[in-house]
């Protein structure tokens, strides 16, 4: 018989593959249906952390960028902990990593603008990802039965924040 946490890191590493699809279609094709409905096709590198084309630092649109990178990024950091990358390091790296990935990515083949204070708050939101499950393992009293109900939890959320976007995008368009 498999042994129940084998089964539930399975169903994990399925939920985070279809995060993993999520996530290239936020970062990589903002939300699109088609190639032509991409916003900001154009290819350009910014490596300033504090620039903006736009002249504001703190214009409401860059906010809420920088914010949604840091949300979006948050789930990645979890689920690599309950896969079981615990060590920081690796994990922060893993992180660091898929961010300049999908940056260079948008780069080659046009797909927005690469910035590096991308790079800088997607790594942020899954190292807060990371931290949050790391704290909550460790203040746990019951440890067996925290990974069964972070799985379920993730599964839900992943579930919900999927349909939404498609949800609003459908609705809402743009």
Known sequence: MIEKTVVIRRWIAILFIIYLFYLIWAVLFKFSFSYADIPFRRRYVNLDLF?????SVLSPII???KVMNLLIFIP????LY???STRF???FLIMLCTSLLFETIQYAFVLGTSDIADVATNALGGIIGFLL???TFRLSKRKDGMLLHFAILAGITTVVVILGTIWLKL???G
């Open 51 to 55: 620039f903006n084309p736009s002249g």
């Open 171 to 173: 609705t809402y368009g």
């Open 63 to 65: 906010v809420r960028e």
């Open 82 to 84: 309950m896969l079981g």
């Open 89 to 91: 390091v690796p994990s």
């Open 133 to 135: 499950m790391n704290l």
């Open 76 to 79: 990645f950091g979890a689920y």
